[in-house]
């Protein structure tokens, strides 16, 4: 086989629909559009959400509740995460964030009591349960 031998699959390339050109390409007059209408007209097609008149599902089913746009969005962790960290290490927000355990945008983090702690943590800055605080300070660790 030589280079000036390859070739595509038969049946593999097409030509692409040129409509417009004319009543012998079989696509001239309404360029496959169909006579007048929405669709037919430059720029025209329906709506989002459109069913053809009919009242729309988005109107038929009944509206509940609302949605808080002053609600913070925190991460939770588990005590368990944290040993991953050096004995004595101060955990902060950035330092969550640059062993990612926490990824996105969030308001906060909180620490929660699942799992056990066996080295000391310091915690600057987040929001930690009872419970969780307990076995940080039981390792001899302490939450500011």
Do not use: C, W
Not at 42 to 47: E, F, K, M, Q
Not at 82 to 93: C, E, H, K, V
Not at 109 to 116: N, P, Q, R, S, V
Request: charge should be positive; proline fraction near 4%; charged fraction near 30%.
């Amino acid at each position: 086989m030589q280079l000036h031998d390859l070739a595509p699959a038969p049946g593999s390339r097409k030509n692409r629909k040129r409509v417009g050109r004319g009543p012998g390409s079989g696509m001239g007059k309404t360029s496959t559009r169909g006579h007048k209408g929405l669709k037919a007209r430059a720029g025209g097609n329906v709506r989002p959400g459109f069913e053809g008149g009919q009242m729309p599902i988005y109107r038929r089913l009944p509206k509940r509740g609302f949605t808080n746009i002053f609600k913070n969005n925190y991460a939770v962790l588990n005590v368990r995460e944290l040993d991953r960290f050096d004995d004595g290490a101060t955990i902060d927000m950035e330092t969550l964030y640059q062993a990612k355990l926490v990824k996105g945008r969030v308001d906060g983090i909180k620490i929660l009591g699942t799992g056990d702690v066996t080295k000391k943590f310091i915690i600057k800055n987040l929001l930690v349960s009872n419970t969780a605080r307990e076995k940080i300070q039981a390792a001899g660790g302490s939450v500011e």
